[in-house]
């Protein structure tokens, strides 16, 4: 399912230029709960780095939540 989203197509509805990032980050979690650690570290580190550039300390996105603790379970 991840595999088949498209950035393009979500950044016309949505232009926050994250999608990429988004995406990127989806699937480093699910590589992560998968066990592969270094491909879930290379998505995860960049991805987290840009979409962390936009959260609300008070209210984070749930991805960047979920993701966020995908990759702290990955140290």
């Known amino acids: 399912m991840i595999a088949e ?3 393009q197509a979500l950044n016309s509805h949505r232009a926050t230029g994250r999608w990429p990032q988004a995406i990127d980050a989806l699937r480093g979690t699910a590589l992560a709960l998968h066990g592969q ?4 570290r290379a998505l995860l580190d960049p991805s987290l780095a840009a979409l962390g550039e936009e959260v ?3 209210a ?3 991805l960047y939540v979920v993701a966020s603790a995908a990759h ?3 140290h």
Request: a neutral charge; hydrophobic letters at 25%; zero cysteines.
């Open 56 to 58: 609300n300390p008070q």
């Open 5 to 7: 989203l498209d950035a």
């Open 72 to 74: 702290g379970r990955l």
């Open 60 to 62: 984070p996105e749930r």
């Open 37 to 40: 650690r270094e491909s879930a």
